[in-house]
């Protein structure tokens, strides 16, 4: 119940394509889905996220969308570049015990090529 | 605006040597602070975290424990180390009483040898 399962594990798109990073989740407790992303070597930097309330959240060529009935999000990358070459974690997150608990998805390997 | 130091960059230590990591964070009080761990192209996986000074829980039990000496420092130790215990070690943040958003550090590159 405490899992968020992302697919694909790994994903090559071409410059200027959509990349999409499905994740799936079990407990209706969750109730934030951010998604990050990891250069190699670098911390996880916090990328776009959303609440269960809307349906959708775009920030630039990012976009969530969210299914609260499925409890699936995904995420879009339009207009993918090189530069967006990178590992792409999804998590959700519910308060407890006094703290914001985070649960990871596996990870997907985007590599854009030119 | 708020920052995350993690040091050492990068670390290098025997089997059976101790261990300190450390990280601080700047520009906020009172944080709850988070230590995960990632294996060579996995997931992350939470070791601890911290709603307070000493008032740390511990998600996975393991060779590993942590402290925080002062609201905004906190410290991954080992009293010795196993080659299992290498990867990258993560420090993040959230605000106290915020709503889900979690920053994290640069991270520490630990391998045992």
């Known amino acids: 119940q405490q899992q968020v399962k992302q697919s694909p594990q790994s994903l090559i798109v071409q410059k200027g394509g959509i990349s999409i990073i499905n994740c799936a989740y079990e407990?209706?407790?969750?109730?934030?889905f951010p998604w990050y992303q990891q250069f190699p070597g670098k911390g996880p930097a916090l990328l776009i996220a959303?609440?269960?309330?809307?349906s959708e959240k775009k920030e630039g060529r990012f976009t969530i969308s969210f299914n609260k009935s499925a409890k699936q999000f995904s995420l879009h990358i339009m207009d993918s570049q090189p530069g967006d070459s990178a590992t792409y974690f999804c998590?959700?997150?519910?308060?407890?015990?006094?703290?914001?608990?985070?649960?990871f998805g596996a990870g997907t390997r985007l590599a854009v090529h030119p | 605006s708020q920052t995350i130091h993690q040091w050492p960059a990068t670390l290098v230590q025997p089997v059976g040597s101790p261990l300190s990591l450390e990280c601080t964070v700047e520009?906020?009080?009172?944080?709850?602070l988070y230590w995960y761990r990632q294996a060579a192209g996995r997931g992350l996986q939470l070791l601890f975290y911290?709603?307070?000074?000493?008032?740390i829980s511990s998600e996975v039990p393991q060779n590993l424990s942590a402290s925080r000496p002062q609201d905004r420092q906190f410290i991954l130790s080992s009293k010795k180390l196993l080659l299992s215990d290498s990867g990258f070690y993560l420090c993040?943040?959230?605000?106290?009483?915020?709503?889900?958003?979690?920053?994290f550090g640069p991270g520490t590159r630990l391998t045992v040898t």
């Open positions: 993040a943040w959230t605000p106290q009483g915020g709503t889900g958003e979690q920053y």
């Open positions: 407990n209706t407790a969750f109730d934030y």
């Open positions: 959303i609440r269960p309330d809307v």
């Open positions: 998590a959700a997150s519910h308060r407890s015990g006094g703290y914001n608990k985070l649960i």
């Open positions: 520009g906020t009080s009172n944080p709850n």
């Open positions: 911290s709603i307070g000074i000493d008032q």
